[in-house]
């Protein structure tokens, strides 16, 4: 009903919303906040900086509210609890990523430092952690909007460099490295393009910086050769995207093999 209200009413229904949310906010079961999530997601993508501060004041009590119930979904040999946990880890991330994907990062930058850092990290958790390739690939897209916007220093989110380095960067290299990610299958092929595309957008944004620390740093940490580092980074910085894809497919294929 709620979603028809807002399609047939369109500016009209604003005014309404925020005593609207407030009440649907209110002692709001698992159930509900999944029901309730695609409609702010719904008003994030309709009306976008005109419900900017209503969404900034509800954001945190929406996510503590989703963690909280995470929590209660501990046990890991119960096939429907990691069903209902997955679908809840979804639905936190599809109103992450409405966010990102509607240039409405000024709810995030609201929040205070500490739960921004906790918002991040659970955007690289999820890029990591998720098996299913549409999931991480959104995870990474998003990952790399943020970069695309902060990545560049100068200080808009506190952190947010330090975090690029020690999480962003890593996961681009964690997430292709582990057994689960299957590099014969298409849609994960998708997901090592964006992982790809991450790469070059924090290339773009940190220059010769990025490059420093990949090579004297980063790469040779998880004991790349000396030859290897010099064609990924030969390839980071020329090749076009596709070229860039193959390369890191056929680099990580190699590499699962070694891990095994």
């Known amino acids: 009903l709620l979603h028809r209200m ?18 649907l906010l209110k002692d709001c079961g698992q159930k509900d906040l999944q029901e309730f999530i695609p409609f702010i997601n719904q008003l994030i993508t309709r009306f976008k900086a005109q419900v ?6 509800i954001f945190m009590p929406i996510v503590q509210g989703i963690f909280n119930f995470l929590g209660l979904l501990e046990d890991e040999s119960d096939p429907n609890v990691v069903r209902e946990k997955q679908s809840l880890q979804k639905c936190y991330l599809s109103f992450v990523g409405c966010i990102v994907t509607n240039n409405q ?8 430092p500490e739960h921004i850092q ?7 958790q999820g890029a990591l952690d998720f098996t299913e390739p549409a999931t991480q690939k959104y995870c990474f897209g998003c990952l790399k909007k943020l970069v ?23 996961a681009c290299f964690m997430a292709p490295l582990k057994s689960t990610f299957d590099l014969k299958d298409a849609q994960t092929v ?38 290897l580092i010099q064609e990924y980074l030969k390839h980071l910085q020329h090749a076009d995207h ?3 894809k193959n390369f890191l497919k056929e680099m990580f294929s190699q590499l699962q093999t070694q891990v095994r």
């Open 118 to 124: 906790e918002i991040l990290s659970t955007l690289v």
């Open 190 to 227: 998708a997901v090592l393009n964006e992982i790809g595309q991450v790469m070059k957008t924090i290339l773009a944004r940190r220059g010769v910086e990025l490059f420093h620390y990949l090579q004297s740093e980063y790469l040779p940490s998880l004991n790349f050769s000396s030859q």
């Open 105 to 112: 990062f000024q709810i995030v930058v609201d929040q205070r």
């Open 6 to 23: 807002v399609v047939c009413l369109g500016e009209d229904i604003l005014p309404y919303i925020p005593l609207a949310v407030s009440h």
């Open 242 to 244: 596709k070229t860039f």
């Open 148 to 170: 695309e916007i902060w990545g560049g220093g100068g200080g808009l989110v506190a952190g947010f460099d330090d975090f690029m380095y020690k999480n962003i960067i890593p």
């Open 52 to 57: 900017q501060p209503m969404v900034s004041q």
